[in-house]
């Protein structure tokens, strides 16, 4: 990839204010037709010509598009930028910001300089947008563009997205007159969560899933937590270590595909000069397209009843706050445990499978080495065997 074509991150403190040179020609606009009727209203629009070339440009409204306006308060921007320091020039970008009461991310900016249009850049940008939706678990994207734009229409109705809504007096009383009504379009996650209830299936993984569950699992967490991921090299290693317990892992199969996964280790918990065998689970994933279904749940009520049934006495992970709650978890300060280093937090947490098992013993938490030994090097090479996505910074990462 060209250097001067690499996506990257457009912080707040070094793009706030930036104005974006969003200007079109267009020839083209959709003519909007209302009609009050006795069942109700009408509303359809035509696509018609201008008698002649329509030109719209920053310079023509009093507030012009900015990166960072104050009114998007959690908004993140991504962007080309070519030459350094003074000599810098923005030539393309994209911002986003959650809509928090609807769970829904917001598009406040695209724009691609003329020099790089038709190059894939769009569509690039705009899967920087489906990528930060996805690992939001947001449940649609949303943006706005203008009755006039047809060629901004075209571009996101072919990245999925279609009209939810529009308003005929958002920039002025004369909008319809204009012919710049804001159309408002919406890109939606379809989920069929019914095959996966209907069809899915739990099982011991075998040799010959070994490099589908690996891509599996590098989807899952693919600049989740931080740029890229390790937690695909973590299961490949963890499957030759001694601390591996593959009688109580298990993958999540439709069909022919693997779309989800639990690993399971030995762990202890050491207290003076003692020691206890306890488990330790992880990574637990859903392949992206298939979360929110369930999966995730059924993989670990099912092989947490294996792990009581084989007589162990509580399991210790660090997972996400808002989830493991909800199956019981507890933060490992209400069982007298601490990480190796004596510390505790929101995502260090603990389930006991018979009273005492943790909080009786308690002590300090320590995972086999496998979890530790992923050097960035290794995961390098180890990842060029796998599809990826670009590597990236997101909100929210570590």
């Not at 850049?121 to 994207?141: D, F, S």
Request: glycine letters at 8%.
């Amino acid at each position: 990839m060209k250097e001067e074509l690499r996506i990257v991150p457009l912080l707040k403190e070094e793009w706030e204010g930036t104005i974006i040179p969003i200007g079109y020609t267009t020839e083209e606009y959709f003519d909007l037709q209302m009609e009050k009727t006795d069942a109700g209203y009408e509303a359809r629009f035509y696509k018609k010509k201008f008698a002649q070339p329509v030109s719209h440009g920053p310079e023509e409204y009093d507030f012009p598009d900015k990166l960072y306006q104050p009114h998007w308060e959690k908004a993140f921007a991504w962007g080309i930028v070519a030459g350094q320091g003074e000599e810098r020039e923005l030539l393309a970008c994209i911002e986003t910001c959650p809509e928090e009461w609807s769970n829904r991310l917001i598009v406040t900016e695209l724009w691609v300089h003329e020099s790089l249009r038709r190059q894939g850049v769009g569509h690039r940008l705009m899967a920087i947008a489906k990528e930060q939706a996805v690992l939001e678990h947001r449940r649609a994207i949303i943006l706005e563009t203008q009755s006039c734009n047809t060629r901004a229409i075209q571009f996101y109705e072919k990245e999925g997205f279609k009209l939810i809504g529009f308003d005929s007096c958002c920039y002025s009383n004369h909008d319809q007159e204009r012919k710049e009504i804001r159309m408002n379009m919406g890109y939606f996650f379809r989920k069929n969560c019914t095959k996966a209830k209907e069809a899915l299936v739990i099982r011991k993984e075998e040799e010959g899933d070994y490099h589908q569950t690996e891509q599996m699992v590098l989807s899952a967490f693919w600049n989740k937590y931080r740029s890229g991921c390790s937690e695909h090299l973590l299961v490949h290693k963890l499957r030759n270590s001694d601390a591996y317990l593959p009688k109580l892992s298990r993958i999540a199969v439709v069909g022919t595909e693997i779309v989800g996964a639990i690993f399971y280790a030995k762990a202890w918990l050491e207290q003076e000069h003692r020691t206890k065998e306890i488990l330790v689970f992880g990574p637990l994933c859903v392949s992206p397209k298939w979360q929110g279904c369930g999966i995730g749940g059924r993989l670990l009520t099912e092989t947490l009843a294996f792990a009581r049934e084989a007589g162990y006495e509580g399991v210790i992970i660090f997972g996400e706050p808002d989830y493991y709650p909800r199956h019981g978890f507890l933060t490992c300060d209400h069982f007298g445990i601490t990480t190796s280093d004596g510390k505790n937090f929101a995502a260090f947490m603990g389930l006991e499978f018979v009273e005492g098992g943790l909080k009786g013993f308690g002590g300090k938490y320590c995972l086999p080495d496998v979890f530790e030994d992923l050097e960035d090097s290794e995961t390098e090479a180890f990842t060029k065997s796998f599809h990826t996505l670009e590597k990236q910074k997101f909100p929210g990462q570590w």
